[in-house]
């Protein structure tokens, strides 16, 4: 946004901060304003607006919590996410920092968390995901998940990136569910390559890209950091 430009020197972006999901154009943001009103008796229009700001806090909670709104939640979109009014917001951030339309010469540090697809679960890229990936899924409900959520076509591709060990996990090589069994890395699941799968569209493959962006828009005065958290708590879950 031009008008913080100059008031800021640097910036930390953690668990997303140019995804597809971080805005939603102007008509998706009013199909969810249009439902809320509606939902609480507020109807349409001008009249709307004075009915909505006599709610309370507890009325506008509980019907956030209990209506899926028209533009939901997803790997590429979020319910509330702010809008690209072109007032404050020209254009989604991710078209911003691609085109070099950012404030120049900031430090930036753009991260994420290991394993964080495992909190979308249940998601597809706009909605909810009706084969959500099981602790339990097979090579078969893998391709299933993966022609669902991606396109057919993906489902094979998917499998060569992330391949399931067929024996053994002998060698540790980057911690307890990604290991090498042969010559070639691989995961001890099928649920734990598919949330690698999920953590790597919405998070990791983005902020790698977006750093690379960021940093070649002003080579030399944009330093660019990229970070990711990987310590696991000391209590170990399983899944017995």
């Keep these: 946004m031009r008008k913080s430009w100059g008031l800021f020197a640097g910036a930390i972006s953690q668990s997303g901060g140019f995804q597809r999901w971080v805005a939603k154009?102007?008509?998706?943001?009013?199909?969810?304003?249009?439902?809320?009103?509606?939902a609480l008796g507020c109807g349409s229009g001008a009249a709307a607006v004075e009915c909505l700001v006599g709610k309370t806090a507890a009325e506008l909670l509980a019907q956030s919590e209990a209506k899926r709104l028209p533009s939901t939640d997803g790997w590429d979109s979020c319910q509330w996410s702010p809008?690209?009014?072109g007032v404050e917001l020209e254009e989604h951030p991710m078209?911003?920092?691609?085109?070099?339309?950012?404030?120049?010469?900031?430090?930036?540090?753009?991260?994420?968390?290991?394993?964080?697809?495992?909190?979308?679960?249940?998601?597809?890229?706009?909605?909810?995901?009706?084969?959500?990936?099981?602790y339990d899924m097979d090579e078969a409900a893998?391709?299933?998940?993966?022609?669902?959520?991606?396109?057919?076509?993906f489902s094979a591709p998917l499998l060569a990136l992330y391949p399931v060990a067929k024996g053994p996990l002998y060698h540790v090589a980057v911690g307890p569910e990604i290991s090498v069994g042969g010559d070639n890395e691989t995961y001890r699941d099928y649920f734990t390559a598919a949330t690698n799968v999920i953590s790597d569209y919405m998070m990791w493959c983005p902020n790698r890209?977006?750093?690379?962006?960021?940093?070649?828009n002003n080579p030399g005065e944009n330093s660019t950091y990229v970070y990711v958290f990987s310590e696991e708590p000391g209590i170990k879950h399983t899944r017995e």
Excluded: C, Q
């Excluded at 154009?25 to 304003?33: D, I, T």
């Design 95 to 134: 078209e911003l920092l691609r085109s070099g339309r950012v404030a120049p010469g900031i430090r930036m540090i753009l991260g994420t968390n290991k394993d964080e697809g495992t909190s979308f679960l249940g998601y597809l890229k706009f909605g909810v995901d009706p084969l959500t990936p099981k």
């Design 142 to 153: 893998f391709r299933s998940w993966t022609a669902n959520a991606f396109g057919k076509n």
């Design 209 to 216: 890209r977006f750093a690379r962006w960021h940093s070649g």
């Design 83 to 85: 809008v690209i009014d």
């Design 25 to 38: 154009p102007l008509a998706e943001a009013e199909k969810n304003y249009e439902a809320v009103a509606v």
